[in-house]
């Protein structure tokens, strides 16, 4: 214990004297906290649309108010050739085309229906999609406007009709904000974890103080409990402000209990840590584990659900979200955080988080070694 | 535990170690190396760069496992007994490895209290030293110069009172008259009892051990008194200087009564294979002395030695 009390000693003296690491743990959450949620949203909004209205008629008037009125679009080319406006897809004017043919009017009076064109500028796949999806939905609701408008008196069977109406369950506003920031809280959290206690420790061993330290009596559960227990600590003042910051910043208010998260936190940043201590050991220098934590870091970010959902992912990278310790993470912050659930309702994610800390610390203490 | 009252152990016993790098251990640091070292002696290692001292320093404090062969420091085993080796020995890596970003008081603070005792308690010990670094104590251990690392290093690896005391290199990038005294207080610690191996690439401070191993390639080419290393050298050796001093070198390389030429300060120094070649070196120089040849005998030095030695 008391070579124990020494090395954390040591070893907060030595971070409190970086700046560099106290800017990062201190403005690094901030800053990402701050900026992140507001960027990244899934809503696809500003979608450029080019129209080439060939019919010029009060329908086809109506039919382009409606569209721009929907806040989705922008109307950014008004034109009476469908050769230019491919031109501004090509010149990324515009991500849409819609050809409203001549005699849209006419054929929709008379023949009671008509047709539409719309090209995608596929570059951007989601962009492409689902403003092609906007754009079919006002579409066909416009047509069932017009038709209801040509039915003067309510009378059976005259239109099949059917009316979905929805509620978000548990985020009722469908606000991004409280989706994303726990989400991002979870990242930074895993940033702090990983890569800095690998770079710390490979630190040591760059400079070579690894080796003054290996011909001490010091013990390998000593030395690698020094290095874990002050970052363990970093990791849970980091989401204290990333909490208060979802507070204060976002008026995001746990409907779970904050213990939930702090208990399930704590495992977590143990199961973070071992990979970081395990990276440590692989590596020789701070390049080396940086690149690597990088490389984990971004398999963990991209199929860790916080950008695109798991549950639409194919079968086999749902298998490698479950390997993911950033998956479990974040969904069960979203469960705690929007849903309220309790300890009880996570234990099955402790479980599994526990696991992954037995494993990556077990792993890391066997393959540190103090001599080669 | 008893193993040191049982009969007087020698501080450091090497038995045929043999320690192989690479994936077909086909680089060999150190072959079949034997020798020991008394209790209280200052014992030098010296040998070129690579010539496998670091590895044998590193072997002997338990930080790396030797492929074959026993070494035993203070009596205790180096594989088995690691933990009480790592109790009683101090190690001073070739390179400067303390924290940089802890001042000078700190480091020795750590370093005296993770092996559970303090400055105070052995002050005694390191106070020669430490005076000299004492009025920088304030300042962080990587702003210091190379000299006064060298000396905080000294003093952490002492700080525990260890009775067998390793230094790779400790002299290497220091400039002479801190070496001067960096080699004075080796002979004060000598004088605590205290075992010293120290590894040079430097001849001249073999000369302030009390024995040395010429060591190179992985293989010991000697151990003995610096004295006696430089009696063994029994070939007659002349010191030869002129005006053309590499041309009178190459001139000299194809006499077959000439073992070996090579530049040594000012002169070029010239083994003869026998006593008769001194006859025949003279008679060469003789002729030369429109060049201003000049010819003296040296005694041989241990650099001599160990160029000898080298070659054979």
């Known amino acids: 214990m008391r070579t124990l009390k020494f090395l954390l000693r040591k070893e907060f003296r030595q971070i409190f004297r970086d700046p560099s690491i106290l800017r990062l743990i201190l403005i690094m959450p901030v800053i990402q906290l701050l900026i992140l949620p507001w960027a990244a949203d899934y809503e696809i909004k500003n979608i450029k649309l080019a129209v080439v209205d060939l019919d010029h008629s009060e329908y086809s008037r109506q039919l382009i108010n409606k569209i721009t009125s929907s806040g989705y679009f922008i109307l950014t080319d008004y034109s009476s050739s469908y050769e230019q406006s491919l031109g501004k897809i090509e010149h990324d004017k515009a991500d849409l085309v819609l050809q409203i043919p001549g005699h849209f009017e006419k054929e929709l009076v008379k023949e009671d229906e008509a047709k539409l064109f719309i090209a995608v500028n596929a570059i951007n796949g989601v962009k492409a999609n689902l403003g092609a999806a906007y754009l079919r939905t006002i579409i066909q609701d416009y047509n069932s406007e017009i038709r209801t408008e040509w039915i003067q008196f309510p009378r059976f069977s005259a239109e099949t009709h059917i009316e979905v109406t929805y509620s978000n369950w548990f985020n009722p506003l469908m606000n991004y904000k409280y989706f994303m920031v726990p989400g991002i809280l979870v990242i930074l959290l895993t940033m702090v974890g990983t890569n800095l206690t690998a770079i710390n420790i490979v630190k040591e061993k760059e400079i070579g103080t690894i080796e003054q330290i290996n011909v001490t009596p010091i013990k390998k559960y000593h030395f690698i409990l020094g290095k874990l227990i002050p970052f363990w600590l970093f990791g849970l003042f980091v989401l204290t402000i990333g909490l208060s910051i979802a507070r204060l910043v976002y008026g995001i208010i746990p409907s779970g209990s904050f213990i939930t998260i702090y208990v399930f936190a704590a495992l977590y940043l143990l199961a973070v840590l071992g990979l970081g201590l395990l990276i440590s050991t692989y590596s020789a220098n701070q390049q080396q584990a940086m690149l690597l934590s990088f490389f984990l870091m971004m398999i963990f970010i991209l199929l860790g659900g916080l950008y695109t959902s798991i549950d639409s992912m194919p079968e086999w990278a749902k298998w490698i979200t479950r390997f993911n310790p950033v998956s479990y993470f974040i969904e069960v912050m979203r469960m705690v955080v929007l849903k309220g659930s309790t300890l009880s309702d996570i234990k099955y994610q402790l479980l599994v988080m526990g696991g992954f800390a037995v494993f990556f610390n077990g792993w890391a203490i066997i393959s540190y070694r103090k001599r080669g | 535990m008893d193993k040191t009252k049982e009969k007087v152990v020698a501080g450091v016993v090497v038995e045929n170690i043999i320690k192989t790098y690479g994936k077909k251990k086909d680089m060999t640091a150190l072959n079949d190396i034997s020798f020991d070292v008394q209790k209280g002696e200052l014992f030098g290692l010296i040998g070129p760069d690579g010539a496998g001292k670091t590895s044998l320093f590193r072997i002997l404090t338990t930080l790396l496992l030797a492929d074959s062969g026993k070494a035993t420091v203070d009596g205790f085993d180096v594989v088995k007994d690691y933990k009480a080796i790592r109790k009683r ?224």
């Open chain 2, 89 to 312: 020995v101090g190690y001073m890596p070739g390179r400067f490895s303390l924290y940089p970003d802890l001042s000078v008081e700190e480091n020795l603070n750590f370093f005296a209290t993770i092996f559970n005792t303090s400055i105070e308690e052995n002050y005694d010990l390191v106070k020669d030293i430490y005076v000299q670094i004492e009025p920088f104590k304030k300042r962080k251990a990587g702003k210091l110069s190379g000299g006064m690392k060298q000396k905080l290093a000294l003093s952490c690896a002492l700080i525990h009172r260890p009775s067998v005391l390793f230094l790779d290199e400790p002299t290497t990038g220091v400039d002479a008259v801190s070496r001067k005294e960096f080699w004075e207080m080796l002979k004060g610690l000598k004088q605590q009892g205290i075992t010293i191996l120290v590894s040079t690439p430097y001849m001249d401070e073999a000369r302030l051990c009390d024995r040395i191993a010429l060591i190179q390639n992985g293989k010991i080419l000697s151990i003995n008194s610096p004295q006696g290393i430089v009696n063994d050298f029994s070939k007659p050796l002349w010191a030869v200087k002129s005006d053309r001093m590499l041309h009178l070198q190459n001139e000299l390389q194809e006499k077959d009564f000439v073992e070996n030429v090579y530049p040594f300060g000012e002169f070029h120094h010239v083994v003869m294979k026998n006593e008769s070649g001194s006859e025949q070196l003279r008679n060469f120089i003789t002729a030369h002395s429109s060049e201003n040849a000049v010819l003296q005998q040296v005694k041989p030095d241990i650099e001599d030695c160990f160029i000898d030695l080298m070659k054979n």
